[in-house]
C-alpha cells in the first residue's frame, strides 16, 4: 500500500482546508489510517485517527472541535476537514496506516507514530495570522 496526501495549502487564520489521503492497494480498508503533522525542529505530533471501518474516531488534545476525519473505503480515502485554522496549526500533514488490521484500541494505541507502518509524504499547511 502507498500513500498520497494532498490538500495543503495557505490560508488565512480562521480559514479552512480539507486534507485528502488516497491509498493504492486493496487492504487499505482493513486498516486505521492515522493524521500527524510535524513543524520544523519538531516530532511527530498527532492530530487524528480513525479505525478501520469508520466507527470511531480520535483526536489530538489541541484539536477541539476544530477538525474532523472520515474516510471512504470504496475510493480508498481519508479526509481531515480542518476548521478554524490557527497559525499554530501550520506544520507538514502527514497520513499513515496502522501496523496491524483491524484495531479497535484507544487513543492511547493510535496517538505513538512508531504504530504505523506506512507513511505518505506530506502536505504543508501555511496558517497566516
Known amino acids: 500500500v502507498q500513500l498520497q496526501a494532498s490538500g495543503g495549502g495557505l490560508v488565512q487564520a480562521g480559514g479552512s482546508l480539507r486534507l485528502s489521503c488516497a491509498a493504492s492497494?486493496?487492504?487499505?480498508?482493513?486498516?486505521?489510517v492515522g493524521w500527524f503533522r510535524q513543524s520544523p525542529g519538531e516530532g511527530r505530533e498527532f492530530v487524528s485517527a480513525?479505525?478501520?471501518?469508520?466507527?470511531?474516531?480520535y483526536y489530538g488534545g489541541f484539536v477541539k472541535g476544530r477538525f474532523t476525519i472520515s474516510r471512504d473505503n470504496v475510493k480508498n480515502s481519508v479526509y481531515l476537514e480542518m476548521n478554524n485554522l490557527k497559525p499554530e496549526d501550520t506544520a507538514v500533514y502527514f497520513c499513515?496506516?496502522?501496523?496491524?488490521?483491524?484495531?479497535?484500541?484507544?487513543?492511547?494505541?493510535?496517538?505513538?507514530?512508531?504504530?504505523?507502518?506506512?507513511w505518505g509524504q506530506g502536505t504543508q499547511v501555511t496558517v497566516s495570522s
Open positions: 499513515a496506516l496502522d501496523r496491524t488490521a483491524y484495531t479497535s484500541g484507544s487513543q492511547a494505541y493510535y496517538s505513538p507514530p512508531a504504530n504505523y507502518a506506512i
Open positions: 492497494g486493496r487492504t487499505f480498508s482493513n486498516y486505521a
Open positions: 480513525i479505525t478501520w471501518d469508520g466507527s470511531r474516531e
